[in-house]
């Protein structure tokens, strides 16, 4: 039963853009044809850079040690988000924006594996002194 209302949403899903866009091109105009083909440069901006990007972060990930799965859905979720930017209509160019912006692997602080995770610990040797030169 749940797959039907999945199915019944992809194939209404163009009929809303349509819709979307005759309504948004009623109110503003002709910018609508400028949007569109805005967004569509952009998606495909996006889904070159992604891949040229994608085999530096995934080498990147692997030398530093942490797990490859963040960066491969960091990777997915900008090549969906420009995949929807170039699929043309305002319901899409809208959830390729949120997926742009929710937070990943490309803003997170990347530490060191090898430096210990309290950074009040100093590095260095110890010596014991005699007693009579400390007084």
């Known amino acids: 039963m749940r797959f039907g209302w999945v199915v019944l949403l992809m194939l209404s899903f163009p009929v809303l853009e349509a819709v979307g866009i005759f309504w948004v091109a009623d ?14 440069i ?11 990007a ?3 972060r995934m080498a990147f990930t692997m030398q530093s040690g942490v797990n490859p799965m963040s960066s491969l ?3 997915g979720r900008i090549l969906l988000a420009g995949g929807l930017l170039v699929f043309p ?11 742009l912006l929710i937070p990943g692997t490309w803003n997170k602080r ?26």
């Open 54 to 56: 994608w085999g530096a």
């Open 89 to 99: 209509g305002f319901i899409s160019d809208v959830i390729a924006l949120v997926l």
């Open 27 to 40: 109110r503003i105009g002709a910018w609508v044809l400028l949007w569109l083909l805005l967004a569509a």
């Open 42 to 52: 952009a998606g495909v901006t996006l889904i070159r850079f992604e891949r040229i």
């Open 73 to 75: 859905l960091a990777s």
């Open 110 to 135: 990347k530490t060191d594996p090898l430096r210990p995770a309290n950074d009040d610990i100093l590095e260095g040797e110890f010596k014991r002194e005699p007693d009579d030169l400390l007084r």
